[in-house]
């Protein structure tokens, strides 16, 4: 039997469903009104069951017994950054015990992972009433409560109540302070978990044609937590630097790799650009060894700094080798990605469906004018499989030289005929009377070195 | 939607429902567990539902999530290289229901609801939340895998 005959044949085995499911209605009736007698019942069998969880493994007294269960939770919870988990490895943590209790909700923030330039906040918010708790952190500076010179991110979202959650907070230039206040603000979503469709429909039918898309504004939170965090000097003073001074040009451009900063939480590689090269560096491909260890790129949270002045990214994170005995690292560079300073920005005709410039594997697909604004459409090449990048920056401008920035942009909807490997991007222009734009691409082209350029990092100094 | 209305739905709907978790879940008594919880989710949510038009998709979303759930308890209890993503030579040696089964889960949604639960490929994106471009391209994918020639008109049937 050939694949299609036995597909026919599943076809018709389908046909027939069991006697069970004739039932299935009454069943699902006969559960519902058990779950309205049963839930005062089941409450209170939950309160003592939390009572019981409290006494045995409440965290003040579990830490008191042992560090272990507890270091584990954490160990589970930075799976996502190797750096932080062989921080934990080490015991490099700072524990807290604050926990506030407002509107049924507990906050209790537990743990800090913190150096010299970098704070990982682990915390818990719980509550007994169900439904999913969210939250909206703010990092802001002990003293008069402005914010905080740092830039911060929730490391995962849908964390379940009751478990542990985590946020990184990053400073570039100041080092991490004595002490930072940290409010979050949380909602709680409904508690029924089935889907609902809006009064607009699928979420594919509210991105529209002739419809731009505007997000509902969040309501108040129903609770604002304000945590005052002091660190542990220890922490605050880990980390080193080491003077480079290596001088290297790749791909015809010169950059001066000045430092390279080894902090318990990640790696940072700085460098300056020559004002003689002809294009910016966007993107630096590369990986740190030393010790029988590869230290790669960060992939999640801030990946490369710069300056602001240049396109150029002038400082680049990679994971950490503080802990690791090595007497020497060897910084490995494989490739760049550039902006080339002659296509800072490129011209885009709306109405005549072409662009006089475009980045490397990136082609023009459609533009479309949408109520007042255009919906413009290019095709993409993947770099990796399933992963889009950013092709343009968010500043555009008119013929007459006006900077506008679009809000939003997607990806999805490839054509039929587009190649598996490519994906598409939308930008959406709105307000935008014009058959013409400027947009700025993010880079021009990628670079890979024929061969690694190395050069070592004596540690021994 | 009011709850007689519900049971009229519902009954319109069961046989696909209980195909589609049949096949996602390789076995009867799993798939009546699915179509269970969803019926009971569905009659508990129902206050939820502001547009019935769209109720055939809403409840296909719920029994997603619930064969999805037990999808991921039987990963716990099974071996992680029963779940290894396989390729077409692979699965050429499995009878055709179990190969769906193997596929990644995003292509083997796509498959069932396109051709086992009979919709089309723009309710499938709907229902599936992704542009139909994308549910086109993980159809073409997962009939590759699978080796299955189906015109678009077996599928729409």
């Known amino acids: 039997m050939n694949r299609n005959e036995e597909y026919s044949a599943l076809l018709r085995e389908l046909e027939d469903t069991p006697p069970a499911l004739e039932k299935t209605l009454p069943r699902a009736r006969a559960r519902l009104r058990r779950r309205r007698v049963l839930q005062p019942a089941a409450s209170l069998a939950g309160l003592a069951c939390c009572f019981v969880l409290l006494v045995n493994f409440c965290a003040p007294v579990a830490y008191a017994c042992s560090r272990v269960p507890l270091l584990r939770e954490l160990a589970a919870a930075v799976t996502f950054s190797p750096s932080l988990s062989r921080a934990v490895d080490n015991e490099y943590v700072q524990p807290l015990e604050l926990t506030q209790t407002q509107c049924g909700i507990t906050a209790q923030v537990e743990y800090l992972l913190v150096d010299q330039k970098q704070v990982n906040i682990f915390y818990r918010l719980d509550t007994e009433s169900g439904g999913q708790l969210r939250e909206e952190p703010r990092i802001l500076s002990l003293d008069d409560s402005s914010p905080a010179p740092c830039s911060y991110g929730l490391n995962s979202w849908d964390v379940p109540n009751g478990q542990l959650r985590s946020m990184t907070v990053d400073f570039v230039a100041e080092d991490v302070p004595d002490a930072l206040l940290l409010e979050l603000d949380v909602w709680q979503d409904p508690e029924e978990d089935a889907p609902t469709l809006t009064e607009e429909g699928p979420a594919d039918q509210q991105v529209g044609e002739d419809v731009w898309l505007e997000l509902p504004p969040d309501p108040e939170p129903l609770t604002t937590f304000r945590f005052e965090l002091h660190f542990d000097p220890t922490f605050t003073a880990s980390g080193r630097q080491i003077e480079l001074g290596e001088t290297l040009t790749l791909d015809g451009q010169t950059f001066t790799f000045t430092q390279l900063e080894i902090y318990p939480t990640h790696l940072r590689l700085d460098l300056e650009e020559s004002e003689e090269n002809t294009a910016w560096l966007t993107q630096l491909y590369f990986t740190v060894e030393g010790g029988g260890q590869v230290y790669q790129p960060i992939s999640n949270g801030v990946t490369a700094t710069g300056s602001g002045e240049t396109h150029t990214m002038t400082s680049y994170r990679a994971e950490s080798p503080y802990f690791e005995k090595a007497d020497s690292l060897t910084i490995r560079i494989t490739g760049a990605e550039w902006l080339d300073k002659s296509h800072e920005r490129t011209l885009v005709d709306l109405a005549g469906g072409k662009a006089d410039f475009l980045p490397e594997g990136v082609s023009f697909y459609e533009a479309k004018q949408v109520g007042s604004g255009w919906k413009v459409s290019f095709l993409a090449r993947q770099r990796k499989e399933s992963y889009v990048h950013q092709i343009f920056r968010t500043e555009y401008y008119d013929p007459e030289g006006n900077q506008m920035e679009y809000h939003s942009w997607s990806s999805g909807g490839l054509p039929m005929d587009a190649p598996d490997d490519s994906f598409l991007v939308t930008l959406y222009l709105e307000d935008y009377p014009y058959d013409q734009v400027w947009l700025c691409p993010q880079y021009s082209r990628q670079w890979q070195a024929p061969e690694a350029i190395c050069f070592t990092v004596d540690l021994t100094q | ?157």
């Open chain 2, 1 to 157: 939607m009011t709850q007689e209305e519900y049971a009229l739905a519902v009954e319109h709907l069961r046989a696909r429902l209980y195909r589609t978790a049949f096949l996602y879940l390789g076995s009867e008594a799993l798939a009546l567990d699915a179509v269970d919880e969803t019926v009971y989710k569905g009659l508990r949510g129902l206050r939820g539902l502001r547009q019935p038009e769209f109720f055939a998709t809403w409840l296909i979303r719920i029994l997603l999530n619930e064969c999805s759930r037990e999808k991921k308890h039987q990963r716990r209890l099974e071996p992680l290289d029963t779940f290894d993503c396989p390729n077409a030579d692979d699965l050429d040696a499995l009878p055709l229901k179990e190969a769906i089964r193997r596929l990644p889960p995003e292509l083997s949604q796509v498959v069932i609801l396109r051709y086992f639960s009979g919709y089309t490929l723009a309710e499938t994106a709907r229902i599936l939340d992704i542009p139909a471009g994308t549910a086109a391209t993980r159809q073409r994918r997962a009939l590759a895998l699978l080796r299955l020639e189906l015109c678009e008109k077996e599928g729409d049937a």
